[in-house]
Nanobody, 116 residues
Framework: QVQLVESGGGLVQAGGSLRLSCAAS????????MAWHRQAPGKQRELVAS???????NYADSVKGRFTISTDNAKNTVFLQMNSVKPEDTAVYYC??????????WGQGTQVAVSS
């Protein structure tokens, strides 16, 4: 079992920055990939960025060049640095991970609101 707890959401003005954090506990050594997804009102949940255990990253086209995903040295915490945010970045952001045995885990979500 892995538990994921997000923090760092809030209200930010367009053009500003925000940093999300997600702390993994439990069987965190079994994690293969960690990622951030988001879901805006009335829209499907979408992948924002992902990072593997060997630090390979992937980004949605809409956030490339603005968002950066990273982990701490212990790889127990994943961060999402959000720069030059836009109103369309407003969503609930969810932390996600999967493990070597193919199990998926989600955090409870953190709200990000960008004002124009």
């Amino acid at each position: 079992q892995v538990q994921l707890v997000e923090s760092g959401g809030g209200l930010v003005q367009a053009g500003g920055s925000l940093r999300l954090s997600c702390a993994a506990s439990g069987s965190s050594s079994s994690i293969v990939t960690m990622a951030w997804h988001r879901q805006a009102p009335g829209k499907q949940r979408e992948l924002v960025a992902s990072i593997t255990s060997v630090a390979s990253t992937n980004y949605a086209d809409s956030v490339k060049g603005r968002f950066t995903i990273s982990t701490d040295n212990a790889k127990n915490t994943v961060f999402l640095q959000m720069n030059s945010v836009k109103p369309e970045d407003t969503a609930v952001y969810y932390c996600y991970c999967n493990t070597w045995i193919g199990r998926d885990y989600w955090g409870q979500g953190t709200q990000v609101a960008v004002s124009s």
